[in-house]
């Protein structure tokens, strides 16, 4: 079965300094990877997808992730972040089982910003 | 601006009193999902609608309900809440088919509170 791992439970980062938040995917072919962003008490965002073709995807917000299939890995990025990037970040993958497609969430990443 | 949306924001019900989320969307999307997501935890999926046909996870208990009348709502019941179905619901919302399934939009939740 596919699973998801975010091996970074908490990361606080100072306002204007880069983030990466890590990402590693256990599927068998070629993954449907995303990023999705919780704002405290609301429902999810979606940041980016990868389906295939380049391994380097924008999304919105100024947020990029990186597809590394030698890794198993779909590391999140952002150059700068912002006091108003402090939310929970959802790594997920997107698997189809007889037609049905549906995310697998990795536990979180709660983003904490400081001035 | 088209969008999901959840009523109430907030449910608090008694100990085996039954309760009903309510979901609707503007997006006119085919395909809509409940998740239940409990404190720093990911969301888990406990089944969803392609049109009228519905999907149930494995794991999703007895106590869970869904209905959905038409295009535009669907409905969570809990039959008899326990203290254990406190968490946030989460709608969502995609269109069938390929990787568009796995976008998904999210409504902003209903945090369930059982006393």
């Known amino acids: 079965a596919q699973s998801v791992t975010q091996p970074d439970i908490h990361i606080t980062v100072s306002e204007g300094a880069s983030l990466e938040l890590r990402c590693n995917y256990s599927y068998g072919a070629t993954p449907y990877l995303f990023w999705y962003v919780q704002s405290p008490g609301q429902g999810l965002q979606l940041l980016l997808k990868?389906?295939?073709?380049?391994?380097l995807v924008q999304g919105i917000k100024g947020f990029e992730a990186e597809f590394k299939r030698s890794q198993s890995s779909f590391n999140l990025r952002k150059p700068s972040v912002h006091w108003s990037d402090a939310a929970e970040y959802f790594c997920a993958v997107g698997q189809s089982n007889f037609g049905n497609e549906k995310l697998t969430f990795g536990t979180g990443t709660r983003l904490t910003i400081i001035p | 601006d088209a969008m999901v949306i959840q009523n109430p924001r907030y449910q608090v019900t008694q100990f085996g009193k039954p309760v009903t989320l309510s979901c609707s969307q503007t997006?006119?999307?085919?395909?809509m999902y409940w998740y239940q997501q409990k404190s720093s935890q990911a969301p888990k999926l406990l089944f969803h609608?392609?049109?009228?046909?519905?999907?149930n996870e494995a794991d999703t208990p007895d106590n869970f309900q869904s209905r959905r009348p038409n295009t535009s709502f669907c409905f969570l019941d809990i039959r008899s809440p326990g203290l254990g179905d406190a968490a946030m619901y989460l709608c969502a919302t995609s269109r069938e088919g390929g990787g568009t399934a796995y976008e998904q939009y999210f409504g902003p939740g209903t945090r369930l509170t059982v006393t």
């Open positions: 990868y389906f295939s073709g380049d391994t």
């Open positions: 997006l006119n999307h085919n395909v």
């Open positions: 609608y392609y049109d009228k046909d519905f999907n």
